[in-house]
């Protein structure tokens, strides 16, 4: 560096006030750290995993380093093409993905292939959404042929599946043919957040909320006919938080919340089976081999872990059903330690509040509006998921987002996440010249 | 096998801490820093509003992001956006308008009392949106506003501005008059925009005119602006009870109005008192204090 730069440099700083400079030192995380360490914590969680049962399996570490090797991949390629730096919601999703491989492939070695294709169609899709959100014109295009899309396919595939599928663990969510499954609740999650959000000129010109309140009745109808009823729950959260930025009226939403508790009282009065899907709710001690048997198991063996957990592979959830899925919170907790599990709760709830600080000075009120409503939608799912295993809710069988087993979750909470992306400016290196 | 346990139970929970911690700050306090991106100025009042975000609503309602207080501004007016190709003003009540002025059409051709929702962009009628640029002078109701750009999208991104089929061109020409606009076209009901022609100057007899009836001192209106006050105004008054800027007397597209400046003292317009511009009429009279003003001249 030349003596003039160097000044230049010096008298740079020295008019920076004090949130300057804290701007300029967190503008973007080192990438090249993050990336080992996130590298580290890979390979070490999957060692137990890789010499489990006295055996070397090599298709693991195969599959281990081809998810390293993508992560690495990813970064550069984006630094160097599209000059982004921020990767910061990458790496909490790169984390939390390889959490949930791990654990995933612990449990059962075959499933972990699947996993990974289902991480990568989500990195894509979440590339995707991301280039196709930039343009605000053509987000505001797609809104409409898109609810009438998604009404229609979650609507066909309830038809679908009552006539050709039947119940899957008590309810009518999955759409499977030949071999392949998936669930229509999910995509139409995402068509969720891209409907209720728009732009202010759109905004203040219709001023009223009708159409977004059929759609999302609608949704939520047929997910209540499907007898999903925990997505239905995070549908009608998001629905409340996507009113209230829309409209920023809370009678109107303190009116619709009475409405839909006298709806659930109605449903609870006269469809007793629906009640009797949450009947141990708050009773599981009274019947730990029954009905209790998954939350009973989820808080004993949490506990046991404690705070650094016992190790992956060593513990007991893993034998009990939907260890992988609905009860990977548990999993977590018992085998790596509820420090960890905390941990991971906090980066949900940071997220959260990441999309509140960035939604204020995002380009448009779709891209604020989104971002909240994605986070706001992934926040309740955590809630539900985690609150739910531990009998502080109702267990309703929704996913913790990253970290579950399921290609359905999987890629839609990618898609999320690009909301949330979306209304960061920084996002987007080359339009807003962030750099 | 038992050491690699043991010793990753402590690694993990701290490499788990070191990348959501770092991530986590780096997502809140890396922010750029918020900016201004331009301005709106309230030309009768003088005030200066920053636009700190892309999309800004003006209105008078308390809920619009700049609150413009003239009953001739609708409750929400209007939305200006900074998009990657430049700004914009959007007609918010531009469906609205259209389903009344067709009904209205259908009752009375001639009629059409409903000024509140227009806008214009250098004189020009705005359907539903239209780009605005540097120094534009932008009319909500009958209220001018000047629109400065303090950070312009187009250059910062490189980019030429692209022009829209659905947008309405706004011609920036200072030297034109910003009044005379072919009326032919709004009466009907309709609205397809012109370009303003040249303005020709109107002849000397026809300039309008305030007269003092006390003095009988007349005061020919030129220009955009003309104060009336005990100061150091365009047309002094002697009355104590008059402030030393009291009113103001504007220029627009549709005539001459007047606008009171004194806050507490009040002007009052044929026996009215005045809260907003209000348009002069030939035979009006001006109360200012103890003293009458005659306005002659009439509409324009």
């Known amino acids: 560096m030349t003596r003039k730069k160097r000044l230049e440099k010096g008298l740079a700083a020295s008019t920076m006030t004090g949130g300057d400079r804290i701007r300029r030192k967190y503008k973007y995380v080192d990438r090249a750290f993050i990336l080992t360490m996130l590298t580290v914590f890979q390979l070490v969680s999957f060692i137990p995993v890789v010499f489990s049962d006295g055996k070397v399996y090599f298709k693991i570490i195969l599959q281990l380093l081809f998810y390293i090797s993508f992560e690495w991949f990813y970064v550069g390629v984006m630094r160097i093409f599209v000059k982004k730096v921020n990767f910061e919601l990458e790496f909490i999703a790169f984390f939390l993905s390889g959490i949930g491989l791990c654990l995933t492939a612990s449990v059962n070695k075959d499933s972990m292939f699947k996993q990974l294709i289902t991480v990568i169609a989500g990195i894509l899709v979440y590339d995707i959404l991301l280039w196709y959100l930039q343009d605000i014109k053509r987000v505001m295009f797609i809104r409409t042929p898109l609810a009438v899309f998604s009404l229609l396919f979650l609507g066909a595939s309830f038809v679908y599946i009552r006539l050709f599928v039947g119940q899957i663990n008590g309810a009518y969510n999955w759409l499977s043919f030949s071999g392949f499954s998936l669930q229509p609740s999910e995509f ?28 999302a009745m609608g949704c939520i109808g047929v997910l209540f006919l499907m007898k ?13 938080v996507i009113s209230f930025m829309r409209s920023g009226d809370l009678r109107t939403l303190v009116f619709i919340c009475a409405i839909a508790l006298l709806g659930a009282l109605q449903i609870i009065y006269f469809r007793p089976h ?11 001690w009274e019947d730990i081999y029954g009905r209790g048997y998954q939350q009973t198991r989820v808080l004993i063996y949490s506990v046991s872990g404690g705070l650094f957990g016992v190790g992956i592979g060593n513990g007991c959830l893993r034998n009990v059903y939907a260890s992988t899925t609905d009860l990977v919170f548990g999993l977590i907790c018992e085998e790596m330690g509820i420090f960890i599990g905390v941990i991971i709760v906090v980066a949900f709830a940071s997220i959260a509040i990441y999309a509140m600080i960035s939604s204020r000075s995002a380009p448009s009120t779709f891209y604020s509006i989104s971002a909240c ?30 970290i579950s087993q399921g ?6 909470t990618w898609a999320l996440f690009a909301f949330i992306k979306a209304a960061d400016v920084r996002a987007y290196p080359k339009i807003y010249k962030t750099n | ?18 990348i959501i911690i770092k991530c986590i700050l780096s997502l809140w306090l890396g922010h750029p820093k918020e900016k201004t991106y331009g301005y709106i100025i309230d030309m009768i009042k003088g005030e200066r509003y920053a636009l700190n975000m892309w999309e800004t609503s003006i209105g008078r309602g308390a809920s619009c992001d700049i609150t413009l207080s003239y009953d001739n501004v609708a409750r929400t007016h209007a939305v200006f956006t900074r998009r990657i190709d430049g700004w914009y003003i959007h007609n918010i009540n531009y469906v609205k308008w259209k389903k009344l002025a067709e009904i209205e059409g259908r009752l009375s051709r001639s009629s059409r009392k409903n000024t509140s929702s227009i806008i214009k962009v250098n ?77 020709t100057a109107p002849k000397k007899s026809s300039q309008p005119k305030i007269i003092n009836k006390d003095t009988g001192e007349a005061f020919i209106l030129c220009g955009n602006e003309v104060t009336i006050g005990k100061g150091r105004c365009d047309i002094k008054l002697s009355s104590r009870h008059a402030a030393k800027k009291h009113a103001l007397l504007i220029l627009y597209e549709d005539g001459w109005a007047v606008s009171d400046c004194s806050g507490k003292k009040g002007t009052y317009l044929n026996g009215k008192l005045i809260t907003s511009p209000q348009l002069l009429f030939s ?12 306005y002659e001249g009439g509409r324009r």
């Open chain 1, 228 to 240: 999903d009823f925990g997505t239905a729950l995070i549908f009608f959260f998001t629905f409340i």
């Open chain 2, 1 to 18: 096998m038992q050491f690699i346990t043991a010793v990753s139970r402590f690694i993990l929970p701290a490499i788990t801490l070191i």
């Open chain 1, 373 to 402: 409503s994605a986070a706001a939608m992934i926040l309740f799912q955590t809630c539900l998921n985690i609150f739910g295993i531990t009998d502080l809710l109702p267990l309703t069988g929704v996913t913790l987002p990253f």
């Open chain 1, 274 to 284: 629906v009640a009797a899907r949450f009947a141990s709710y708050r009773h599981v």
């Open chain 2, 123 to 199: 004189g020009v009628k705005v359907e539903d949106k239209a780009t605005v640029s540097d120094g534009d002078i932008i009319t909500l109701g009958n209220v001018r506003l000047r629109f400065e750009v303090a950070d312009d999208p187009v250059q910062k991104a490189g980019k030429r501005r692209k022009k829209s089929k659905d947008t309405v061109p706004a011609p920036v020409r200072q030297d034109m008059p910003l009044y005379d606009i072919d009326r032919r076209q709004e009466e009907n009901g309709s609205y397809t925009v012109e370009a303003p022609e040249r303005h």
């Open chain 1, 407 to 412: 290609g359905s979750s999987m890629i839609c």
């Open chain 1, 188 to 215: 139409v999650k995402i068509a969720f957040v891209f409907v209720g959000a728009a732009s202010l000129d759109k905004l203040l010109a219709s001023k009223n909320i009708y159409m977004f309140i059929v759609f």
């Open chain 2, 283 to 294: 035979g009006d009279v001006i109360a200012i204090g103890d003293e009458r003003l005659f």
